[in-house]
T-cell receptor, first 109, second 114 residues
C-alpha cells in the first residue's frame, strides 16, 4: 500500500538553528513528491516538486532533496516566519496525491 | 488574479442535516479537487473533477458527493451529517490534466457538526 510518513510530528527550533524534516514513503510507481506549507487557518501552499532520486530544489531558506525512499526538507537559519506545518505528498501511479500528516515547525525568536 | 474561493468559511450543523459547500477555482483552471482535513487523519482526498466529470474518488461513503459546473465552479454535498464529519474541507484547483502536483488551495470551509 502506498504510504507517506513524516517525522517528527513537531519540531521546535531557535531562530537561526538549522534542521531537517523527513518524509519517508513507499509507493509502487512514484509520479512525483511534493512539499507544501500550511499556515493556521489557511490552505496548503505549494513549495516544491521532486521527480527523481538525487533531485534538489531550493527556495530561500528551504531546500528539498529526494532519495528512493525518503525526502528531506532542510531549513537553514530559520526565522519565526518559517513557523508553519509542512506537508509532504506523493503522486501515485493513478496520479492521486497521498499526503503525510505533516510536521509542525515552531521557530522561537 | 483571484485565488480559489470557498464559501461559506464557517458553518455549524446538527447531526442528520445536510450541507453544501462551494468552490470557485482560479480563472482558467479546469480541475477541482476536494479534501477533508482533520487533526487525526490529516488531508484525505475526497474527489477530483475535470471538465464536469469526476476523474478520481477517494474512500469516502456515498454521503459525500460533488459536482462541477460548466464554468468549473464546484460544489460538494454531505448528507446525513455525523459528528465525525466535523473538519476543514479544502478545495484545490489546477490548470488541467497536468500532473505537476501544484495545487492551489482555498482557505477552506470549517464545518462543525453538533
Amino acid at each position: 500500500e502506498d504510504q507517506v510518513t513524516q517525522s517528527p510530528e513537531a519540531l521546535r527550533l531557535q531562530e537561526g538553528e538549522s534542521s531537517s524534516l523527513n518524509c519517508s514513503y513507499t509507493v509502487s510507481g512514484l509520479r512525483g513528491l511534493f512539499w507544501y506549507r500550511q499556515d493556521p487557518g489557511k490552505g496548503p501552499e505549494f513549495l516544491f516538486t521532486l521527480y527523481s532520486a538525487g533531485e534538489e530544489k531550493e527556495k530561500e531558506r528551504l531546500k528539498a532533496t529526494l532519495t528512493k525512499k525518503e525526502s528531506f526538507l532542510h531549513i537553514t537559519a530559520p526565522k519565526p516566519e518559517d513557523s508553519a506545518t509542512y506537508l509532504c505528498a506523493l503522486s501515485d501511479s493513478n496520479y492521486q496525491l497521498i499526503w503525510g500528516a505533516g510536521t509542525k515547525l515552531i521557530i522561537k525568536p | 488574479k483571484a485565488g480559489v474561493t470557498q464559501t461559506p468559511r464557517y458553518l455549524i450543523k446538527t447531526r442528520g442535516q445536510q450541507v453544501t459547500l462551494s468552490c470557485s477555482p482560479i480563472s482558467g483552471h479546469r480541475s477541482v479537487s476536494w479534501y477533508q482535513q482533520t487533526p487525526g487523519q490529516g488531508l484525505q482526498f475526497l474527489f477530483e473533477y475535470f471538465s464536469e466529470t469526476q476523474r478520481n474518488k477517494g474512500n469516502f461513503p456515498g454521503r459525500f458527493s460533488g459536482r462541477q459546473f460548466s464554468n468549473s465552479r464546484s460544489e460538494m454535498n454531505v448528507s446525513t451529517l455525523e459528528l465525525g464529519d466535523s473538519a476543514l474541507y479544502l478545495c484545490a484547483s489546477r490548470p488541467g490534466g497536468s500532473d505537476t502536483g501544484e495545487l492551489f488551495f482555498g482557505e477552506g470551509s470549517r464545518l462543525t457538526v453538533l
